[in-house]
């Protein structure tokens, strides 16, 4: 267990350094655009003569080191590196009086050019400058809760103005209202409730109505408060109103909103009730999903009660495409609900409402500063494979990731963001994407395309010397004529075709070249293999580091490997070369050798069954019987000895058998296996057990002291 776990911190040590250490790892090579293509770090060697004869054309590609450790010369490597280039960097502005539009981010264009994998980075500056103009949008949900809202509202416009003046110079007012599709069952459809919609006693009462957009931004108060006076309650059915409907137009219709192309786009939605969602038009029967246009007729939305209304995810999208801030200025009781979907809104705030609206100046300050004390940097859609990731270079900045922010941040104060843009492949054309602050219209663009092709400025000449006269250069490679291939465009095709000259590189029709090498010219160039042996051979068939070892060793150290076979010295043999070539090891003293009982293989007794090695002279575990049974046996076998006649009980050998029943046919194999018995075990025959001279003579009974005598 304890082996495990340090092999696996082990592993995971050399995990985490070769994630620091420039490795080029090599797939399918063929040109040194693929080798740029297959990692960052991966070089190319354009140097004529790099490669062996015979040798891939994919050993020009690795790291820098290992190239200039093979002798490449450093301005013959090949390695594009990354380029930034700033096309456009106007000066930030520092007020927002200024003749053009006022700058707040810097750079406003780059061109980059990236290797893939190589990461670049650079850095954003942002100031908001004093006095930017602010557009705000008032959307007010007219159904009948809100009527003393309505109320509050008209009384407070004055205060709207004023407040917003103490912002900037340039602030203008627009108003909308809205309440929700007047189809069953958001609204009641009798055609009187169509018309009055409120109750009965309420004398102002306006029809009702989906979106309506009443006062295009205007810097003129009078104009403002006149047309919210003449704002009148209606009403619906349901609770949840058509509030996101009256967003995306409002966002959508710029025109006629009247937001102004530099300037801070406020949308504040004051309401008490939730809102409808994507696939509520269902329950009207209205199929159609919302398509995120404008549809304004005459001040009102015309697609009410064709289009379903949008999803929240459609609302944050086109808020943030149009830059407009939305603060959600709630009844108490809506709070948390306007909190959630302020929470996929990137740049939205939340205030709470009296009762009346009577707040709603100071809630807007307090929203409006939370806006833009945090400024958020973040881009649109990137290319398929393409990373951006901001670093905040402000103190407290948050952390790095997909979006930079910076909280606190006070007007006229210019925050940065290192911005790191990682193209991971290799793309097609160049892509562009926009990187800015949230509710900023100012913004980067940011022209990508990635390096992936060698400049390798190859000499002209068509018939190049180096190439036989047959081809030109290639990044170091010979780019045969037609007609001819080779590594130096040596070997005419000639009368044979293509596939005939494939087919002489498959050895019974196998793969071309057995897969350790390229077929080229109908010969196979067989690969070099990761510890630098190589595979040979007329189709690569051969190798010299895969023989059979012995003791660790190829060959046993004795021979030679060739084509996956050990050649041995002359004094040794065996498939791994393990054997001396001797008998020495298995001749007794007296010169027998394996005392006849077995053979010697590999200088060694290999000996019949039993019998002990180095010489088989000893076999303890036959010897047992000829002491235990040994005068059974002599009876059984040979029907001699003192138990000739009964040895079953004696010796509990098979109870009933007794010595003259061995002429019993059925006995007569039994005799003979146990005659070769003990000839081969305990003696030649019974004589000498039953002598007791030859007891003392025979080898076997030499070695027997210590052993138990019956
Ligand atoms: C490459 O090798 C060929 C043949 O050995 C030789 O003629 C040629 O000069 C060499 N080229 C260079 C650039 O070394
Ligand atoms: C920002 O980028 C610059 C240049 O690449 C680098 O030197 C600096 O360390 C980066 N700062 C941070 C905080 O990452
Ligand atoms: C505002 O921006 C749009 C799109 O960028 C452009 O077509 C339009 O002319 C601009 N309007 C003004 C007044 O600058
Ligand atoms: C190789 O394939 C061809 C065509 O399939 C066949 O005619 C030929 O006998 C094959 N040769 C061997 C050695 O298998
Ligand atoms: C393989 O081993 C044989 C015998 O030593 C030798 O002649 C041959 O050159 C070797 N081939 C390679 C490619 O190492
Ligand atoms: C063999 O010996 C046993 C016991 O010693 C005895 O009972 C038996 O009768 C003997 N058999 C013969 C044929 O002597």
């Not at 290797?115 to 650079?122: A, E, N, S």
């Not at 001040?299 to 830059?323: F, I, R």
């Not at 498939?575 to 020495?584: F, G, N, P, V, Y």
């Amino acid at each position: 267990m304890y082996k495990c776990v340090s092999l696996l911190l082990l592993l995971m040590g050399r995990g985490v350094l070769s994630q620091e250490v420039e490795v080029c790892s090599k797939t399918v090579i063929n040109s040194c655009s693929d080798c740029i293509r297959s990692g960052a770090y991966c070089t190319w060697c354009k140097q004529l003569n790099f490669t062996k004869p015979g040798e891939q054309e994919a050993a020009r590609c690795d790291t820098r080191a290992q190239l200039e450790e093979r002798g490449c010369m450093g301005n013959d490597i090949i390695s594009p590196m990354n380029t930034l280039t700033v096309t456009k960097n106007t000066a930030l502005s520092t007020n927002a009086f200024v003749k053009d539009e006022p700058i707040q981010l810097r750079p406003q264009e780059v061109n980059l050019k990236l290797r893939p994998g190589l990461p670049r980075t650079f850095k954003l500056d942002f100031r908001r400058v004093e006095g930017y103009p602010v557009d705000l949008y008032y959307l007010m949900d007219l159904s009948y809760s809100m009527e003393d809202d309505l109320r509050s509202i008209k009384t407070l416009g004055n205060e709207l103005f004023k407040a917003l003046q103490g912002i900037t110079k340039q602030g203008r007012i627009g108003f909308g209202s809205f309440v929700d599709k007047t189809v069953l069952p958001f609204t009641n459809t009798n055609p009187e409730k169509l018309k009055k919609p409120c109750e009965e006693k309420e004398l102002f009462c306006q029809p009702a109505f989906g979106y309506r957009h009443v006062l295009s931004m205007t810097e003129n108060k009078a104009d403002f408060n006149r047309e919210v006076d003449k704002q009148r309650i209606s009403g619906n059915l349901d609770s949840p109103e058509g509030t996101l409907d009256a967003i995306m137009q409002a966002a959508v219709c710029g025109d006629r909103i009247g937001w102004r192309n530099s300037s801070t786009r406020l949308i504040v939605l004051t309401t008490d009730d939730g809102f409808h969602m994507a696939g509520d038009g269902k329950l009207a029967g209205i199929l159609e999903p919302n398509d995120e246009r404008c549809y304004m007729d005459k001040q009102l939305y015309t697609k009410s009660n064709d289009m379903d209304y949008p999803s929240v995810g459609q609302v944050a999208s086109q808020l943030e495409k149009n830059n407009i801030q939305p603060i959600f200025a709630v009844t108490k009781n809506m709070e948390n609900v306007y909190r959630e979907l302020s929470r996929m809104i990137p740049k939205s705030e939340v205030g709470v409402l009296s009762e009346d609206s009577k707040n709603v100046v100071e809630l807007i300050q307090a929203a409006y500063n939370r806006l833009s004390s945090k400024v958020t940097v973040t881009h649109d859609a990137l290319p398929d494979n393409v990373r951006v990731t901001y670093t905040p270079l402000c103190p407290g900045g948050g952390p790095a990731g997909d979006k930079g922010v910076c909280d606190n941040v006070i007007v006229g104060e210019m925050v940065s963001f290192n911005v790191t843009v990682t193209a991971d492949e290799c793309i097609d054309r160049e892509r562009s994407f926009l990187i800015g602050p949230l509710g900023i219209k100012d913004k980067l663009k940011v022209s990508l395309s990635t390096r992936c092709e060698c400049e390798c400025d190859d000499p002209k000449e068509e018939n190049h010397k180096d190439c036989d006269r047959k081809g030109k250069v290639n990044c170091g490679m010979c780019s045969c004529n037609a007609g001819f291939v080779g590594q130096k465009c040596e070997c005419a095709i000639g009368e044979k075709d293509e596939s005939s000259l494939r087919a002489a590189c498959r050895k019974d029709n196998g793969t071309e070249c057995e897969g350790r090498g390229d077929c080229v010219c109908g010969i196979c160039q067989c690969y070099v293999q990761q510890g630098g042996s190589t595979y040979y051979g007329t189709h690569c068939e051969c190798e010299n580091e895969s023989c059979e070892k012995f003791q660790n060793k190829l060959c046993g150290g004795n021979g030679k490997c060739r084509c996956k076979i050990c050649e041995c010295n002359p004094e040794y043999e065996g498939t791994a070369c393990q054997c001396k070539k001797s008998d020495e090891q298995c001749r007794t003293p007296s010169g027998s050798v394996c005392s006849g009982r077995g053979t010697c293989q590999c200088n060694q007794c290999k000996c019949i069954e039993g019998y002990q090695r180095p010489y088989c002279l000893t076999c303890p575990a036959c010897q047992t019987p000829c002491i235990t049974k040994g005068k059974c046996i002599e009876c059984l076998g040979f029907q001699t000895g003192p138990f000739s006649k009964n040895c079953s009980q004696t010796f509990g050998w098979r109870g009933q058998l007794l010595c003259p029943d061995t002429k019993d046919p059925r006995m007569s194999g039994v005799a003979k296996h146990l005659r070769h018995h003990w000839r081969l075990h305990c003696g030649r025959g019974p004589d000498r057990l039953t002598d007791p001279a030859h007891h003392q003579s025979h080898p076997l009974h030499e070695r027997r002291e210590g052993v138990p005598q019956v």
